[in-house]
């Protein structure tokens, strides 16, 4: 499946949205309209920092292993998680560049590395729905940043 990939402009420095975006316990306070009931465990940022969370969604319950892979303070930070009983892997990138009139430019991208018979064939929907929730969340986060 192809990436889905969303963007927002915000005041804040880049080392200003890496400092908080390095957290990733703060994830959860612009995505936890999605998901829910998060764990973080040691260490809680950088490379190697962890999370567990369910993804909200109809029928049975789907948990999220997520954890920091890559960073390159302030323009980037990658995550890579294990959902669907493992039959679903992604990778979430944040980067970070200066915005034209100042501030940051915040852009993420998620790109699946494995996904369920059932979401390769609704493709379309999965990446609508996707491109949807991760939109949110970045006016989320850009509200975090503001507030």
Known sequence: MKPVTVSIDVPQSPERVYEYLDV???????????????QVSEPRTGVGAKARMRVKNPG???WLEME????DP????TEESI??????????????????????RIGFELAWLEAPL??????PLTRLVVRRANARSLQRLADRLAG
């Not at 990733?24 to 998060?38: A, P, R």
């Not at 302030?74 to 930070?77: A, D």
């Not at 959902?83 to 892997?89: E, P």
């Not at 560049?97 to 501030?103: H, R």
């Open 118 to 123: 059932i979401e390769r064939l609704a493709s």
């Open 83 to 104: 959902s669907a009983n493992g039959r679903r892997r992604t990778r979430g990138t944040y980067r970070l560049e200066p915005a034209p009139d100042g501030g940051t």
């Open 24 to 38: 990733l316990g703060n994830h959860e306070e612009f995505t936890d309209h999605f998901l829910l009931d998060w």
């Open 74 to 77: 302030p323009r980037s930070t």
């Open 60 to 62: 049975r319950e789907d």
């Open 68 to 71: 920091v892979t890559e960073a």
